[in-house]
């Protein structure tokens, strides 16, 4: 795509474009989470909100008890589908127009839709049914849990599911690599690579199923939550169970107790479940980072890439720390909006407006963050020589299995004489085995022992990295 600069003559600022944006996620980033744009735009905003006004429009005319619609004849029907069906970019700078005279963007949304059916006579018949007993905050708690749910379900969850696919698969590439355990930063009982990135994988598929289970709410209860104006024009109708019904038919959990908003727990829950995800990224993340500068890893070249600007040898993990720094954008967000959401003084406070608009901010981070990680840990090769290497020089390790044995068998001190043997110096293969000899313990045990290795002392980990 070629981008141009347009500079108005007479402001001499900056026409917007990719290069001018403010933000990355419109700029340098752009094509990385366009995916999203659809959902968490204001135009996705608006289409929803369209989505909603017909869908409440259409459930009224299907109603007996509300003799004033009459049920919509099959080609209404499909016109109304679809209006949203095929909302365009000029359908939603046609709602901005009205908006600015409106000053009121769901109202902006109503006319709207007056102004389009009007040629329909039985749409214009019913058209003070758009929009009937609603407050905004009916049509606006619903299109954001839409777009939420939407979002969801087809950009962030199939795109986390290929992160899962990948440690799952490097799990079993590596089951059997064994590697030497650093826990506090020191040698420490041998895993294999495999049985990490299977930790890994583990993670996030709980979390993940966590992210999917969140049921996105809705309330469609009027200005406060009682039913006032929908009661005051049919008094006898059963309408919340109505607009249980109504709600539940868009693919959503219905609230019956709400103030003017709907209080926003279960976003909260999803933003929540979604930073404890990213959490765990940011520490695979730095685990892998830190694999790579052990040697661990090493990373395939891409023709033309240049690590440093003046150490031509270098080849940075920078997927992963730029997946890290994504992470922790979206994840300051993610909080934010979860403590912040869940408050509103009174029946009706207007600072959730602002920060739902930025939903689609802290997704796109993550969503960034999946991308890197992604390409970060296809560029991974395992050095398994590095790996053995690394682990054999820690014979050291090996007190631990010592001295467990000579626990089963009655020996006396054995912790403290494999302490006094290897602690903070370490020690040869020459060294344990002398020691092992003078054992008084079996000798099929000291045989046994005796055959073992630092990578060979990996417990069950290349079968628990299988298993995933």
């Known amino acids: 795509m070629t981008l141009k600069l347009a500079i108005p003559f007479a402001a001499n600022k900056l026409m917007f474009t990719s290069l001018s944006s403010i933000s990355p996620l419109d700029g340098r980033y752009a094509p990385k989470v366009v995916d999203l744009r659809d959902h968490f735009s204001e135009f996705g905003l608006i289409r929803n909100r369209v989505k ?15 003799a004033e619609v009459a049920p919509f004849s099959t080609s209404t029907q499909v016109k109304l589908d679809g209006v949203v069906e ?43 049914f758009i929009h009937f007993a609603c407050t905004s905050e009916d049509i606006n708690n619903t299109s954001h849990a839409l777009m939420l749910n939407d979002a969801r379900k087809q950009v962030m969850l199939p795109t986390l599911d290929r992160v899962i696919a990948r440690f799952v698969a490097l799990a079993h590439e590596l089951a059997d690599a064994p590697m030497l355990s650093r826990t506090h930063g020191q040698p420490a009982s041998p895993t294999t690579m495999g049985k990490e990135m299977a930790n890994i994988a583990y993670r996030l598929k709980r979390a993940r199923k966590l992210i999917a289970e969140v049921e996105m709410t809705a309330k469609f209860n009027g200005a406060v939550g009682n039913y006032n104006a929908h009661l005051s024009a049919y008094p006898d109708f059963d309408w919340a169970g109505f607009n249980q019904r109504f709600v539940e038919s868009l693919g959503l959990s219905f609230n019956p107790y709400t103030i003017q908003i709907e209080p926003h727990d279960a976003m909260a829950e999803l ?17 892998i980072w830190s694999y790579i500068s052990l040697g661990f890893f090493k990373q395939r070249l891409k023709e033309g890439e240049v690590g440093s600007s003046t150490m031509p040898h270098k080849v940075n993990p920078i997927d992963f720390e730029n997946a890290e720094g994504n992470l922790g954008v979206a994840n300051a967000m993610l909080r934010h909006f979860s403590e912040k959401l869940p408050i509103s003084r009174m029946q009706r406070d207007l600072t959730d407006s602002t920060v739902l608009r930025n939903m689609g901010v802290a997704f796109g981070h993550t ?5 890197s990680l992604l390409k970060g840990l296809g560029k991974l090769e395992a050095d398994p020589a590095k790996l053995v290497a690394d682990v054999d020089q820690a014979w050291e390790v090996l007190a631990e299995p010592v001295q467990t044995v000579m626990r089963r068998y009655g020996v006396e001190n054995p912790y403290e004489q494999l302490k006094a043997l290897t602690r903070g110096k370490g020690i040869t293969r020459e060294g344990l085995h002398a020691f092992i000899q003078t054992l008084a313990i079996p000798d099929a045990e000291k045989t046994r022992l005796l055959a073992m290795t630092p990578a060979s002392y990996i417990g069950i980990a290349a079968q628990l990295a299988r298993a995933i």
């Open 367 to 371: 969503l960034l963050a999946y991308d």
């Open 52 to 66: 909603v006004e017909i869908a409440w429009l259409k459930a009224l005319a299907a109603e007996p008890a509300i």
């Open 271 to 287: 933003f929540d479940a979604t930073a404890r995800c990213n959490t765990m990224l940011i520490d695979a993340c730095r685990d």
């Open 86 to 128: 095929s909302f365009l970019p000029q359908d939603g700078e046609a709602v901005k127009a009205i908006e600015a005279t409106t000053n009121h963007d769901v109202k902006a949304v109503e006319y709207w839709l007056k102004k389009r059916f009007a040629d329909n006579a039985e749409v214009a018949k019913a058209s003070e």
